[in-house]
C-alpha cells in the first residue's frame, strides 16, 4: 500500500505564501472600513437631520441639533422645553467634523424650514470627504 503525504517544507511553503497574500490585502481592507464609516456615518447625521427637521414639523416647536466635537455627539432638542430628544454619538468611528458653515447649532422652524442653511464637511484619517447641506427649505443632501 502506497501512502501519498506531505512533507512539513511543503505545508511551510504553503502557509507562508498564503501569509503574504494576506498581508498584502490588509491595506485594501483598512481602506475599505475607513470609507465605509465615513458613508455611514455621514447618513446617520443626515438621517438625524432628517429627523430633527419631522419632529418640527410634527410638534410644530423649533428643534435644534448642537453638534458637540468634544463629545463627538450630535444632539436633537425640542428649543420650547428645552428637552433633549436623543443623541448620536459618532465617537470612535476616527471621524472629524469641520466647523459647519453656519455654526454648530442647526436649527429647524415649526414649518420645516431651516433657519441655519448650512454645509457640514466630514473627513477621515485617509483624507477622503463627504460633504452634507441643510438647504433653507430644510432638505438635507449629500454631496
Known amino acids: 500500500m502506497k501512502q501519498d503525504g506531505k512533507t512539513l517544507a511543503e505545508l511551510m511553503v504553503v502557509a507562508g505564501i498564503l501569509a503574504m497574500v494576506s498581508l498584502m490585502g490588509i491595506p485594501n481592507f483598512l481602506g475599505l472600513h475607513s470609507t465605509s464609516q465615513l458613508r455611514s456615518v455621514t447618513e446617520e447625521i443626515a438621517s438625524d437631520l432628517r429627523l430633527a427637521r419631522q419632529l418640527a414639523l410634527t410638534n410644530r416647536d423649533r428643534v435644534r441639533i448642537v453638534i458637540d466635537t468634544e463629545q463627538q ?71
Not at 443623541?87 to 471621524?95: D, I, S
Not at 457640514?120 to 485617509?126: D, S, Y
Open 73 to 143: 455627539e450630535l444632539i436633537t432638542q425640542l428649543v420650547s422645553g428645552n428637552t433633549t430628544h436623543h443623541v448620536y454619538r459618532y465617537g470612535g468611528k476616527g471621524l472629524i467634523i469641520e466647523e459647519p458653515s453656519a455654526g454648530w447649532d442647526i436649527q429647524f422652524q415649526p414649518s420645516g424650514r431651516s433657519a441655519t442653511p448650512t454645509t457640514i464637511q466630514i473627513h477621515n484619517r485617509e483624507g477622503q470627504t463627504k460633504t452634507l447641506t441643510v438647504s433653507m427649505t430644510g432638505r438635507v443632501s449629500i454631496l
